[in-house]
């Protein structure tokens, strides 16, 4: 298992749709949602931790890129 951290940018036309849940029940993945802004009808950000295998990592990421989700890989530390 591996734990990886990433920064989630939401188009506005996305924000009201459940990829979290999509994440745990496609691709075996478990999120910490570290930090989140999410409005409707507004950009979202959310800092998440995934843990899970890495091939289903990569799975559940370009499953969100294919959405117009942009993902940003964070180092260990978030200030």
Known sequence: ???KRFVLTFPPE???RP???QLVKDYDL???ILRATISPQDVGHMVVELNGKQGAIDEG???LRK??????????DIR
């Open 14 to 16: 996305e924000v009201e």
């Open 1 to 3: 298992m591996r734990t």
């Open 61 to 63: 990421l370009e499953f």
């Open 19 to 21: 990829y979290i849940y």
């Open 30 to 32: 478990m999120p910490n």
């Open 67 to 76: 959405q117009g989700i942009s993902i940003e890989a964070l180092g260990q």
